[in-house]
């Protein structure tokens, strides 16, 4: 079977930068409690007239450009999200038009919250690996700061917006090793957008379209799901701890990536930290992070990335990947 290289990357953050003394000013809280409980200090925030799509394809054409193709290259299209632009169609079909991807082939949105890229990274994997694509555009892409009801300190401190992209492309030689992915539908009250459309307009009232998150609760539960992963994928792939040259995480917590570390006895030098600079961009945090990991020449040709994410949903998977 054909393995999957990631050939390249590319990522996308609003200009407007958020610092926690802003949100001093909005809620109850502080810098330094912002800091100390979540290691974040600034975040991104869209301009009101850009949108999901408007980051996925700024992201894209970084990507495209860093992995030397053009958008006639791709024949799929998978964008995580949970903050498209429109019900249809999906962001996925409007990163295809804007950036003239060939009519005909397959582009679609993935929902998976927090693990959007993740998810969306197998799905792309598994049309390569079967045959069913060449070159593939895997995109995580959100607005989250959309989300936020501004009054609730439990939740406005945690988001950011921005987005990430990664080529991928048929090789005989190996790169996605393997891919991970787990969901538990039992704990939706404790991480939840409580309203879409589906449930008709009269269930909407202020705050339904927002986030509400019990914080603390989802925390231990990210905590326990995220070490079983490490340990899974590992395991699939017989290799040991030591062999992970990189951790490249989900960016929601920096309590919650040292405890991931330390499971894996890794060294925080060895692990990719963006989440000072751009809080929790749900499904955009890891091809994020990947990318400035690649273009500050941290990440290497040949190193073994250990990707990760846990959320809504409950939701969370990984992907082992020889870059
Ligand atoms: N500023 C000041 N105080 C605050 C703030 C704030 N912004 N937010 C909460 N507090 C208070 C609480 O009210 C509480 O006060 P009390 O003791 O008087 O009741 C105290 O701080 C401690 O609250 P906890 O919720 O126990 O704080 P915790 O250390 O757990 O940190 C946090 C909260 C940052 C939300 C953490 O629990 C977390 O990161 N959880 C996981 C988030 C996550 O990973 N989500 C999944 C991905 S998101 C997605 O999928 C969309």
């Not at 974040?40 to 869209?46: F, G, K, L, S």
């Not at 339904?208 to 609760?217: A, C, H, L, Q, V």
């Not at 925390?219 to 395991?235: N, P, Q, S, Y």
């Not at 960016?251 to 600079?277: F, S």
């Amino acid at each position: 079977m054909t393995h999957t290289r990631i050939i390249g990357t590319g990522s996308y953050l609003p200009e407007r930068v958020m610092t926690n003394a802003e949100l001093e000013k909005l809620v109850d809280t502080s810098d330094a409690w912002i800091r100390e409980r979540t290691g974040i200090a600034e975040r991104r925030v869209v301009a009101d007239d850009q949108s999901c799509s408007d980051l996925a394809i700024e992201a894209s054409r970084a990507a495209l450009e860093s992995a030397g193709v053009t958008p006639e290259d791709i024949d799929l299209v998978v964008l995580g999200t949970c903050t498209p632009d429109r019900i249809f169609p999906s962001t996925a079909c409007l990163v295809q038009r804007a950036l003239g991807i060939r009519s005909g082939a397959p582009a679609f949105d993935v929902s998976a919250a927090c693990s959007g890229f993740v998810f969306a990274l197998d799905v792309a994997n598994r049309f390569i690996r079967t045959g069913g694509a060449h070159r593939a555009l895997v995109i995580g892409s959100e607005t989250m700061t959309r989300l936020l009801d501004w009054t609730d300190r439990g939740t406005c401190v945690l988001f950011g917006d921005g987005a990430g992209a990664v080529v991928l492309e048929a090789s005989d030689q190996p790169g996605i090793l393997s891919t991970h992915l787990h969901a538990d539908g039992s704990q939706e009250e404790l991480l939840h957008v409580p309203w879409g459309v589906g449930r008709g307009y009269k269930a909407l009232d202020d705050t339904s379209g927002k986030i509400k998150m019990r914080g603390n609760e989802v925390f231990k539960v990210a905590v326990r799901t995220l070490g079983r992963i490490v340990d899974e994928t590992l395991e699939a792939n017989g290799l040991t701890k030591a062999d992970v040259d990189w951790l490249v995480p989900h960016q929601a917590n920096i309590r919650i990536i040292q405890a991931t570390a330390r499971k894996l006895g890794l060294p925080m030098e060895r692990v990719v930290q963006t989440v000072k600079y751009h809080g929790n961009t749900s499904s955009a945090s890891i091809p994020l992070a990947l990318d400035s990991a690649i273009r500050d020449g941290s990440i290497k040709r040949g190193d073994l990335l250990l990707l990760e994410a846990f959320g809504g949903g409950f939701t969370w998977g990984s992907a082992l990947v020889r870059y």
